[in-house]
């Protein structure tokens, strides 16, 4: 490690080496953590009262530490890959640019720099990147989410759909690239790519009570709404967490909602259009010829119970004017 230190940091130049060299011992610290332990000398042991079962055991160079780091190195290995990719993508961009080693103006997304010098690399970097103060609890609480969120959808919804959980993340990435337009000075859309995860998840699990921020239970229903209350309390600023909103409804409406609508599966062709069309037109002439039908055999009818009726009183008269007169 020493070796690889030094070669390392006379490679680099001079205003990184610190940087690098403080890499590079975390990497030795974390090596000889699992180191074995250095051998028992041989000869007799020096009788100290102790025996040798009830001796300590050896324990390598920052052992103690095993306790704290084995649990979200569990947690990392067990997650989903796709979650595990871009959630580990995320926090190593973050640690190339608090290092200086990644300059933020170059991952920004710019439509201009896409254009015309063709750094496309920015359409991936501007999702990705969530700030640079990695020791604000903040920035871990938006790791946080952002990785509950993933890891759900992707174990849950889309366990057996590895090709849609991907649709969803471009398709609400090209939203937001869309709706970016209303807000031109957000060059990072990481915050809003967030939010929109965390409406998906929302609508999932609506019913469902969570704990925010380790000090509230809400439903899950809630979540979206609460984080912009936390960016709008944090920054001054919750536009960002609104255009997440908008984009993950329109993602969940077009994909949930729409095709449970009363909707034809197809679509008819030209020409079945225009023949329903004309049975159309033609339908209301033929009703028309229907209905004056029936008033004319309605008023038919009355004019002959009329004159039925005109005749049964003449009848009547008649036969009173015959019948003699009583004694």
Not at 304 to 310: F, I, N, P, Q, T
Not at 318 to 323: A, G, I
Request: proline content about 7%; hydrophobic content about 40%; aromatic content about 10%.
């Amino acid at each position: 490690v020493g070796i690889a230190m030094a070669a390392l940091a006379r490679s680099m130049s001079r205003g990184r080496r610190r940087h690098a060299a403080l890499l590079l011992c975390c990497v030795g610290l974390a090596l000889c953590s699992d180191a074995p332990p250095a051998p028992e000398p041989k000869g007799p042991k020096p009788e100290l009262g102790i025996s040798a079962e009830q001796a300590p055991p050896r324990r390598a160079l920052l052992a103690g530490l095993r306790h704290v780091v084995e649990p979200p190195l569990k947690a990392f290995r067990e997650a989903p890959p796709i979650t595990r990719s871009v959630v580990s993508a995320s926090v190593l961009l973050s640690l190339l640019t608090s290092t200086r080693v990644v300059d933020m103006r170059s991952i920004c997304f710019s439509e201009m720099e896409v254009l015309h010098r063709g750094e496309w690399w920015r359409f991936v970097t501007t999702f990705l990147f969530m700030g640079d103060q990695m020791f604000s609890i903040f920035y871990w609480m938006q790791i946080y989410h952002f990785w509950e969120c993933l890891k759900m959808l992707e174990l849950v919804k889309y366990h057996w759909e590895p090709s849609g959980f991907i649709k969803m993340i471009v398709s609400c990435a090209m939203l937001l690239i869309g709706l970016k337009q209303l807000r031109r000075e957000a060059i990072f859309l990481s915050a809003p790519l967030v939010t929109t995860f965390m409406y998906m998840y929302s609508r999932e699990y609506q019913a469902q009570p969570i704990n925010f921020m380790g000090f509230f239970q809400i439903r899950c229903g809630w979540l979206p709404w609460m984080q912009m209350l936390q960016d709008l309390l944090q920054t001054g600023d919750a536009v960002p967490s609104m255009l997440g909103l908008i984009a993950g409804h329109i993602y969940y409406y077009c994909e949930e909602v729409a095709p449970r609508l009363l909707m034809p599966h197809k679509l008819p062709s030209l020409a079945e259009f225009l023949q329903t069309g004309s049975a159309q037109v033609a339908k209301p002439a033929s009703e028309e010829e229907k209905e004056s039908s029936e008033t004319d055999s309605h008023t038919d009818g009355e004019d002959s119970s009329e004159d039925s009726g005109d005749d049964q009183v003449e009848a009547e008269e008649e036969e009173q004017s015959t019948s003699p007169a009583p004694q």
